[in-house]
């Protein structure tokens, strides 16, 4: 297993966020948006940060 520098931080990895100050969601706007999305191949991820 290779080393890693301690002094990067994981999110390094990643580009930065599109948008720098997302609203809030509420569950049941989440679901709708998710059963109504008519594009296929369509994906999400749901990462809850609370």
Do not use: F
């Amino acid at each position: 297993m290779a080393s890693t520098d301690a002094a990067t931080p994981w999110h390094a990895a990643y580009p930065p966020p599109l948008n720098k100050s997302p609203t809030a969601m509420t569950r049941q706007a989440v679901l709708e948006m998710m059963k109504d999305s008519n594009i296929t191949g369509k994906n999400y991820i749901l990462i809850d940060l609370c």
